[in-house]
């Protein structure tokens, strides 16, 4: 099982490195699909099921697609000539570094963690999952509703050619 | 099934922390790094995803679904967001006939 998170955490770190540091935008695109199911193989590892069904739906489904369209529409699937200048892109390695080790040192000292409630393994399942969401979070899940109708709203209306 | 939930008692809880951290900021390099704005994009769906990640592990080790159903929501604001930023490009590439983010620099000052 660690075997396996390993394997998964080497995936997801070199898809998200070639992500960053690969020049064409469909390569882009594929390697960020492969850095997602690596990341529902993680989900479904820490017994988060409904979670990596939905994470697979969302991302890899309706988020990438979505991608790909806009990259095939406006015409950009050849790698794109302008980059910024060497000094800039220096700076932003050394600074991803920079926090990376931040990030890390403020984390290190935090490791006492004791969990909350004994241990329940169908947490991550649909029931349970279903009866905390409309449960306790029924208010925000329709208030959801009326954030995803607004950005449909948003983005037809960017979207519409101004007369 | 049985083995499967005793899994993930044996990763430690570190190993999640040090991969969504590292994935964080390989996102955040990637937002300094690119002049695509499709790219810069992508990025920020990396470090959505190290965040629902690291939500996810905390809520599986302290058996509390609410974590779980906080990342549900990240999920829909991300779409939604996705949706919004991807119509500001193509509008931007209707307009200045690029997608390239140094064009956008007077929205700094």
């Not at chain 2, 999640?16 to 704005?37: D, K, P, Q, W």
Request: net charge positive; hydrophobic share 60%.
């Amino acid at each position: 099982m660690i075997f396996l998170f390993y394997l998964l955490s080497a995936i997801m770190i070199v898809c998200a490195l070639l992500v960053v540091f690969s020049r064409n935008p469909i390569n882009n695109v594929i390697y960020l699909i492969l850095c997602f199911i690596a990341m529902a193989g993680h989900y479904i590892l820490l017994n988060a099921q409904f979670l990596a069904v939905v994470h697979i739906i969302v991302y890899t489904g309706a988020i990438m697609v979505l991608f790909l369209f806009v990259i095939m529409l406006l015409n950009l699937n050849k790698a794109i000539i302008f980059r910024k200048s060497t000094v800039t892109r220096v700076s932003a390695v050394v600074t991803g570094g920079i926090f990376f080790l931040v990030l890390l040192a403020a984390t290190r000292q935090t490791f006492e963690i004791h969990a909350k409630y004994p241990f329940n393994s169908d947490i991550g399942l649909v029931s349970g999952i279903g009866k905390a969401l409309f449960g306790e979070f029924l208010l925000p899940f329709e208030i959801s509703s009326i954030l995803f109708i607004s950005a449909m709203v948003g983005a037809m209306m960017f979207g519409k050619k101004d007369e | 099934m049985k083995e499967l939930s005793s899994a993930i008692q044996l990763i430690p809880l570190e190993n999640y922390i040090f991969l969504s951290v590292a994935l964080f900021s390989i996102g955040m390099m990637g937002v300094l790094f690119r002049r695509n704005t499709i790219a810069i994009l992508m990025c920020l769906e990396l470090m959505f995803n190290s965040v629902n990640l690291l939500l996810t592990a905390f809520s599986a080790y302290h058996s509390d679904p609410s974590g779980q159903v906080f990342v549900f929501f990240i999920m829909i604001v991300a779409a939604a967001e996705v949706a919004v930023g991807l119509s500001i490009v193509v509008m931007m590439k209707r307009n200045v006939d690029s997608i390239d983010i140094n064009l956008l620099n007077r929205l700094k000052w």
